[in-house]
C-alpha cells in the first residue's frame, strides 16, 4: 500500500511539470514589421496594411507569420482614419514542435491623432475584430492603443527626424467561451513599447524598440525592427 501511496504523490506532482508548456519567459524574442499605407489621389480613399514575421526567439521559432490590409477612409471635417480590413495569421508552437494553427479575422479600426505640441504627437486607436480561429468558436476582441512620438531634433516628422517611440495596448476577449467546454478570460493581453525612430525621408521611417507583451498565461519580452513606410 505504501508504494502504491508513493507512486500517486509523484504522478501528482509531476503532473504540472508536464502541463509546462508554454514559452521561455526569459528569452528575447523578436518581431520584424513592415508597415504601408497610401492615399488614392486627393479624395478620402487608400489602403493601409501590415506583414510581420514574430519569433520566440531571434528568427528561427516561428511565433506568428501575420499578413494584414485594408481599405481607408478619411473625412474631410474630422482628423481621423477609419479602415475596414482583413488579416491573415498563422501560428507557430513553441520550441521543436512545427505544428501551426490558423486564423482569419474582420476588423474594424478608427485611428484619431493629436499634435499637442510641435514635438508630442499623440494617437488613440480603437480596434474591433471578429476572429475565425482554427478549431475554436466564432470569436470577437477590442483593442486599445495609445501611441506617443516625441520628436527628438525636429518639429515636424521630415527626413533625418530622430524621435521616440511608446505605446500601449490592452485587448479584451468579447466572449470568454471558445467552444468544446475550453473558456479563456476576459482579459486577453497587454503590449508595452519602447523604441527610437529615425525618419530615412518624409515618406519612410525605421525603428527598432522593446516590447514586453503579458497574457493571461505567460509574459515575455520582444524585441522589434520595423519600417513604416508611406506611398
Known amino acids: 500500500m505504501s508504494k502504491i501511496f508513493t507512486l500517486f504523490i509523484a504522478l501528482l506532482l509531476s503532473t504540472p511539470l508536464a502541463a509546462q508548456t ?3 519567459e526569459d528569452q528575447l524574442g523578436m518581431w520584424y514589421m513592415l508597415f504601408f499605407n497610401k492615399s488614392f489621389g486627393d479624395g478620402p480613399f487608400g489602403i493601409q496594411g501590415d506583414l510581420q514575421y514574430r519569433a520566440w ?11 494584414r490590409g485594408g481599405l481607408t477612409f478619411r473625412p474631410d471635417d474630422a ?8 488579416g491573415n495569421v498563422t501560428s507557430g508552437a513553441f520550441g521543436d514542435s512545427d505544428a501551426t494553427s490558423s486564423e482569419s479575422r474582420i476588423y474594424q479600426e ?8 510641435n514635438r508630442f504627437r499623440l494617437t488613440h486607436r480603437f480596434r474591433y475584430e471578429q476572429r475565425w480561429v482554427e478549431n475554436q468558436d466564432f470569436r470577437t476582441r477590442y483593442r486599445y492603443n495609445i501611441f506617443v512620438n516625441v520628436l527628438l531634433n525636429a518639429t515636424e516628422m521630415e527626413k533625418s527626424t530622430l524621435y521616440l517611440a511608446l505605446y500601449n495596448e490592452l485587448f479584451i476577449n468579447g466572449q470568454t467561451d471558445i467552444g468544446d467546454g475550453r473558456t479563456v478570460e476576459r482579459f486577453d493581453r497587454n503590449r508595452t513599447y519602447l523604441g527610437l525612430g529615425y525618419a530615412l525621408s518624409d515618406d519612410h521611417r525605421v525603428q527598432a524598440g522593446w ?15 520595423s519600417l513604416h513606410s508611406r506611398f
Not at 57 to 67: F, I, K
Not at 79 to 86: E, I, K, P, R, V
Not at 110 to 117: C, F, G, I, Q, V
Request: net charge negative; charged share 20%; hydrophobic share 40%.
Open 22 to 24: 508554454g514559452p521561455d
Open 79 to 86: 482628423n481621423a482614419l477609419f479602415t475596414l480590413g482583413y
Open 110 to 117: 478608427a485611428l484619431l491623432p493629436h499634435k499637442l505640441s
Open 57 to 67: 526567439d531571434a528568427g528561427g521559432d516561428m511565433e506568428q507569420l501575420l499578413l
Open 211 to 225: 516590447m514586453r507583451q503579458t497574457t493571461d498565461n505567460w509574459a515575455k519580452s520582444q524585441g522589434q525592427l
